[in-house]
């Protein structure tokens, strides 16, 4: 049984979504999710893009096909102060949130690595 926990962000509102599935094949992770960029949480302790540009609209999508529990967990951000993202990010969850505001940069980290850390510039 996988599990799969999905946070949508759209225009400052975040919610959250947890429900249970059992996906068959490549339907696991963010594959079935259309987002724009996909980004791995890796065992060793790294996110596998840390800096990277999208247009505003744009859906990022976390994935942990680790053995590791992770964290993506917003920094302040006095441009968007709407951006307070922190969930869970263990095996086989993903985590989805879609950028809405241009000209801004946000970063993020994981509580429990805190050197594991990214940079999403929204242009
Ligand atoms: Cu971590």
């Not at 302790?45 to 976390?62: P, Y």
Request: with cysteine.
């Amino acid at each position: 049984m996988k599990r799969l926990l999905v946070l949508f962000g759209s225009a400052g509102i975040a919610f959250g979504i947890a429900c249970s599935s059992n996906p068959s094949g490549n339907g696991n992770g963010c594959e079935s999710t259309g987002a724009n960029v996909t980004v791995n949480a890796l065992d060793n302790q790294t996110f596998d893009k840390t800096n990277f540009t999208i247009s505003a609209g744009s859906r990022v999508c976390w994935q942990n096909f680790g053995t590791l529990s992770h964290t993506v967990t917003a920094n302040a951000n006095a441009q968007d102060t709407t951006w307070k993202l922190d969930a869970q990010l263990n095996p086989d969850l993903i985590v989805l949130y879609s950028f809405g505001k241009q000209g801004v940069n946000y970063t993020y980290y994981c509580k429990i690595h805190p050197g594991m850390t990214g940079t999403i510039q929204v242009r």
